[in-house]
């Protein structure tokens, strides 16, 4: 059975950071590239950044250089490491295997109930 299971968000400082962790069900792992998305209240669901297997990265301009994706495969688990948040960083955040090996959004497994995130000014 498929599952995707995040952690780690909470409430934050705009400045700090936070790391939340995917803990994925091996098929969906053994899929290519990784992602998380996040969604804020009242906006679509947005891909920020992924992973593939083999460690290429790609980030959505908001977050290039803040935030830090990876995976470690033995685990099953991608993470995604945000430093220097703003309260626009405020959203839940989601992952999930893509279909694409860029920001092009195709996500291919049900979702996860996601990890809220949140950042006061």
């Known amino acids: 059975q498929v599952q995707l299971v995040e952690s780690g968000g909470g409430l934050v400082q705009a400045g700090g950071s936070l790391r939340v962790s995917c803990a994925a069900s091996?098929?969906?792992?053994?899929?290519?590239?990784m992602g998380w998305w996040r969604q804020a209240p009242g906006k679509q669901r947005e891909l920020v950044a992924v992973i593939t297997r083999s460690g290429i990265t790609n980030y959505a301009d908001s977050v290039k250089g803040r935030f830090t994706i990876s995976r470690d495969n033995a685990k099953n688990t991608v993470y995604l490491q945000m430093n220097s948040l703003k309260p626009e960083d405020t959203a839940v955040y989601l992952c999930?295997?893509?279909?694409?090996?860029?920001?092009?959004?195709?996500?291919?497994?049900?979702w996860g109930q996601g990890t809220q995130v949140t950042v006061s000014s």
């Open positions: 091996g098929s969906i792992f053994n899929f290519n590239t």
């Open positions: 999930n295997a893509n279909g694409f090996v860029t920001l092009r959004p195709s996500p291919v497994y049900p």
